[in-house]
């Protein structure tokens, strides 16, 4: 059984990604020229849910609202930016950034811990780590999408190789009896994860639409850099560094439940 997260590991997830989101900001406004700063941190980076001017759990699936705090917050990192643009470097902007963030970041540790060791993220996922969504998709009334948590913390949901398939089997169950759906869909970063593409059959594959790399502010980007422990993957922070491309880019794909239900039983006994 893997160990719960310490209070110094979560404010180590805290500052690594804060800290990749700020080197991740530096390039994307090269890339981005006609952004403004504020609108990149707002847009593209998972920073607001990390401070504590986020009221709520940490991976509350909604962005900031704005507050006079949030504000200023983003004025002190825009001069930081600007004077680094004029005089200075990527390194020394993500340093001084970090620095007057650290203080937004302290104060959720304690909280957080106790969110992780109640699961508080998970009161919403009806399917063990799977949660679907309330109505099919518009326009696709025959298609339910869902989404990916880890009900296993501290373990993975992928140490179980028939954890993925009862849960799945028990959402289509469900989707079926309550929207009369025949397809299942999402769009995620695990859709080129190769652990999780095992799972799907081979339409799946072959409804995959291409790699998403606009980085966007969410998890469908973001949540691989956190880890079965909910501790910061640094080997995949590494890698995007290294690359200056997200690891595993979001696509979306769909398949039929029939589909899936025949593969789950070949493949998952
Ligand atoms: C989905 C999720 C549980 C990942 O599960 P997982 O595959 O079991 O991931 P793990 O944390 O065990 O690690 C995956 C890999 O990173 C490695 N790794 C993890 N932490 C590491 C670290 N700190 N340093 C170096 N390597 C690390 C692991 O060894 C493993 O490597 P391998 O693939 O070579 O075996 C996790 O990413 C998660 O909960 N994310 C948030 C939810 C989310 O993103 N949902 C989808 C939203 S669309």
């Keep these: 059984m893997s160990d719960e997260i310490s209070a110094a590991e979560h404010l180590d997830y805290l500052t690594s990604s804060v800290r990749l ?4 900001a530096w390039y994307s406004l090269d890339e981005h020229p006609e952004e403004t700063f504020a609108g990149t941190i707002r847009n593209r980076t998972d920073l607001w849910r990390r401070t504590f001017l986020n009221p709520d759990y940490i991976d509350v699936p909604h962005p900031g609202v704005d507050s006079p705090e949030w504000a200023d917050l983003l004025n002190s ?3 930081i930016y600007v004077r680094n643009r004029e005089k200075g470097s990527a390194s ?3 340093n001084e950034a970090l620095a007057i963030l650290v203080p937004y970041l302290t104060p959720r540790v304690e909280r957080d811990l106790n969110d992780i060791r109640n699961k508080v993220d998970l009161v919403h ?3 063990g780590s799977l949660r679907y969504a309330l109505e099919p998709e518009l326009g696709c009334r025959q298609r339910i999408g869902f989404h990916i948590a880890n009900a296993c913390y501290p373990a993975s949901p992928f140490d179980d190789p028939l954890y993925f398939p009862h849960c799945f089997m028990d959402l289509m169950d469900q989707c079926e009896d309550k929207f009369q759906v025949t397809e299942i869909s999402t769009e ?3 859709n080129s994860y190769p652990r999780w593409l095992k799972l799907f059959p081979p339409e799946w594959l072959e409804h995959m639409s291409p790699p ?3 980085v966007q502010w969410h998890y469908g980007f973001w949540g691989q850099f956190v880890t079965a422990r909910r501790t910061f993957n640094h080997k995949l922070g590494c890698q995007f560094r290294d690359t200056g491309r997200i690891p595993f880019p979001p696509r979306s794909s769909w398949c039929t439940i029939k589909a899936m239900r025949k593969h789950l039983r070949a493949h998952a006994g």
């Design 188 to 190: 995620t970063w695990m």
């Design 77 to 79: 990192l825009e001069s």
């Design 92 to 94: 020394a902007f993500e």
């Design 212 to 214: 998403n790399y606009d």
């Design 125 to 127: 996922y009806q399917c």
């Design 21 to 24: 989101m700020m080197w991740f």
